[in-house]
């Protein structure tokens, strides 16, 4: 689980700082329209796979599409 805040979106990009759970590290990510990643900050807890970033790209991407942003979201995976 993490939490997406500050979810920011224009006309090309969407970007937000995510939280792992159980943390108070703060991680970054600006995506571009097409999903690329135009800016990261890992947090410490990503590790190698970068799994938490990895799922904040992935939920922002969703968000694209969304006529409204929320300024935070929880996402959560099995």
Request: hydrophobic share 40%; glycine share 4%; aromatic share 10%.
């Amino acid at each position: 689980m993490l939490k997406l805040i500050n979810i920011i979106k224009n006309d090309s990009c969407i970007s937000a700082d995510y939280i792992p759970e159980d943390s108070y590290e703060r991680g970054s990510i600006s995506v571009d329209l097409s999903g690329n990643v135009l800016y990261e900050k890992a947090t410490t807890l990503d590790g190698d796979l970068k799994m938490y970033f990895s799922h904040a790209r992935k939920a922002l991407f969703m968000l694209l599409h969304e006529d409204s942003i929320p300024n935070e979201k929880i996402v959560i995976w099995y």
